[in-house]
């Protein structure tokens, strides 16, 4: 900046009357006469030369003022016969102790007002720069408006100080704003940037804002990069507000101090705040209906506050992943977010849980690591949708909230513990696997009630099975849960696996209020005789031991004289056919309904009475095993 231009527009004859004879031109300004650094100035800018005013006159603030009205008449070809060469105005390190009023003025030169000291007002509202506008390094002492301003190319403000109110509402810049390592001073003054306008690029990076800043309702075309900005205002808000950003938006190792809302802000590309901090623990960060165009990225980011994502919208991935939600009082809410593919949240601590209600996803991730488990004192996922996977591992829940859950694809429970409550009514999972899940102590606390799945595992083990029913039974009772599981094993070919549930449901139904008569009888005579018809097998061989023992009580030597005479091989003693005849007596007698013909030949009359009491268990015990084992077979058959 600093090298020599060319001299443009102007001759040296004309240079030296205007800085000799003063001349009627320059009378037509009003300004009187020029100071010497006036004079030297505009002999530089004529020249086509830098005017660092610090070069030529030192340290002496005095010698590098100039006049708020001449600056205007230089900017604005108000000198006649004066005109800045095209290569623009480059003036340096001036002090400028008045008002600098360029109010509606057009500017049609490239001016680069750098490191100079404005005491007094600047008011560029309404205004034109045709070209490009610097003020780096520049010191503003009060108020700076740039209300309406309109830069047909770049506004540079890098590492400019800004101590009093500054406005850039409804600005037009046709290019790029920088703001880059600028500071805001005024602690109870508000940045505006209401409805800015930019054809390129904000640049806010590593500047210091000590109160707020409002860029509500501001278009961007290329990027927002605040990196490294701080916020310093405990109270004041820092308001992103429905801003448009054409490509990226950036608020990496950004800090805030006061309340934040990038509510109803959309960012065409990606939308990075990785290692962000948000520090106030009373003030929330506003994000509702934000949307992003690609992916989102909150890594290590830290929230000291309430944080609300509900209704946000991301085209591409979500990442929180060694993020820190660090309000205990207010867990974040992610209602109705939608992410359009991959959710991730790895080792994210949420020190007051989540909540995830109606949010939609492609595929969702919570998870720690084995070395050590993250707790949450909840997660929330009633009403979720998520299109493909869900995997929750290697956390410790105190309640697992997941009513109307939907999982399209492979749901996977890895090292789950879950201390207080899980609620997995009416959730529809297209597959369950679940390894090492410890579900709360209380089973009164488990609610399963209308769970459906298409698939489910506990592990690779050939008895996982078995902890798919302990898993049901330790839960709230409902027989759908049962008929579910029974189904599924079923279908997968395992009939003995299903019929043990089909019993377990049974069972513990007529348990929840065993002391009916009803339910004492069912569980003595259906279930402990025939496993509730799936077991009809013990009826039949208790019904044979039964019959067998018969044998021995009931004696041929019994039957009626008038016809043991024709029967000379059962009086023979031959001990094979003494045996069949026993038997046949024995099942005549066990049968309720059927006449084998030889209990009508038995005369009771000549029996003992250990004979007579058993007759009376055999005959009542014939009368309940067969209706139960006939209709354990009819129930199979069924």
């Not at 205007?72 to 480059?90: H, M, N, Q, S, V």
Request: overall charge neutral.
């Amino acid at each position: 900046m600093h090298r020599l231009l060319r001299p443009a527009g102007i001759t040296l004859g004309l240079m030296l009357c205007l800085l000799v004879s003063g001349g009627a031109a320059l009378g037509q300004t009003s300004l009187g006469p020029l100071h010497p650094a006036e004079t030297w100035v505009l002999q530089q800018v004529a020249a086509g030369r830098v005017a660092d005013l610090r070069e030529r006159f030192g340290e002496d603030e005095g010698a590098r003022t100039l006049r708020g009205r001449f600056l205007e008449a230089l900017l604005t070809d108000g000198f006649p016969g004066f005109k800045a060469p095209r290569a623009g105005i480059y003036l340096l390190h001036a002090v400028i102790p008045d008002i600098l009023s360029l109010q509606y003025a057009k500017v049609n030169h490239a001016v680069f007002l750098v490191g100079c000291q404005f005491r007094g007002l600047v008011t560029l509202s309404g205004s034109h720069f045709t070209k490009t506008l610097g003020m780096k390094h520049a010191v503003f002492a009060q108020q700076a408006d740039f209300h309406q301003l309109k830069v047909d190319l770049d506004a540079f403000f890098g590492e400019a100080v800004f101590q009093g109110p500054v406005d850039f509402g409804a600005a037009q810049i046709e290019g790029n704003l920088v703001f880059q390592e600028a500071k805001f001073t005024g602690q109870n003054q508000e940045v505006n940037c209401n409805g800015l306008k930019i054809g390129g690029s904000l640049s806010l990076k590593n500047a210091d804002f000590a109160g707020g800043m409002d860029l509500t309702g501001s278009r961007l075309g290329a990027e927002l990069n605040a990196q490294g900005t701080r916020f310093a205002s405990p109270e004041k808000k820092v308001s992103f507000t429905g801003v448009k950003v054409g490509q990226v938006a950036s608020f990496d190792q950004a800090l805030f101090q006061g309340p934040v809302s990038l509510a109803d802000a959309e960012v065409t590309g990606t939308l990075s705040a990785v290692g962000t901090r948000f520090e106030s623990a009373g003030q929330e960060v506003l994000c509702t209906g934000l949307k992003v165009g690609s992916g989102a990225l909150f890594n290590r980011t830290i929230f000291k506050g309430p944080v609300n994502f509900s209704n946000s919208a991301i085209a591409g991935s979500l990442y929180f992943e060694e993020a820190r939600f660090e309000d205990q009082k207010h867990p974040p809410k992610f209602y109705g977010l939608k992410v359009d593919n991959f959710a991730s949240f790895l080792d994210t601590v949420f020190q007051g849980g989540v909540s995830l209600i109606g949010a939609s996803f492609k595929n969702l991730m919570f998870a720690g690591s084995e070395a050590s488990k993250l707790t949450y004192p909840l997660l929330n996922l009633d009403g979720a949708v998520v299109d493909y996977s869900l995997i929750l591992g290697d956390l410790s829940l105190d309640a697992l909230q997941a009513t109307r859950l939907q999982v399209k694809g492979p749901t996977i429970l890895k090292n789950l513990q879950i201390g207080q409550k899980a609620d997995l009514r009416d959730s529809n999972l297209y597959s369950l696997k679940m390894i090492n899940v410890t579900w709360p102590p209380q089973g009164d606390q488990v609610w399963l009630e209308g769970l459906v799945y298409q698939g489910l595992s506990a592990g690779e083990g050939p008895q996982d099975w078995a902890k798919l029913l302990a898993w049901i039974n330790h839960s709230r009772l409902d027989t759908r849960n049962y008929t579910q599981l029974e189904t599924f094993l079923r279908q997968g070919g395992y009939p003995d696996r299903a019929d043990t549930v089909y019993i377990e449901g049974r069972r513990r139904v007529a348990l929840e209020q065993w002391w009916r008569p009803d339910h004492l009888a069912t569980l003595i005579f259906w279930d402990g005789l025939a496993g509730y018809g799936k077991k009809p097998g013990r009826t039949f061989w208790l019904s044979l031991l039964i019959v067998m023992i018969g044998t021995l009580f009931f004696d041929p030597k019994n039957f009626d004289p008038s016809f043991l005479g024709g029967w000379t091989w059962l009086l023979n003693g031959n001990i094979w056919r003494t045996r069949v005849v026993r038997f046949f007596l024995s099942l005549d007698e066990f049968l309720p309904g059927v006449d084998l013909g030889l209990a009508r030949l038995w005369q009771m009359s000549k029996i003992s009475y250990p004979t007579l009491l058993y007759y009376h268990f055999h005959k009542i015990s014939g009368w309940i095993l067969v209706p139960i084992g006939l209709a354990a077979v009819f129930s199979q058959f069924k």
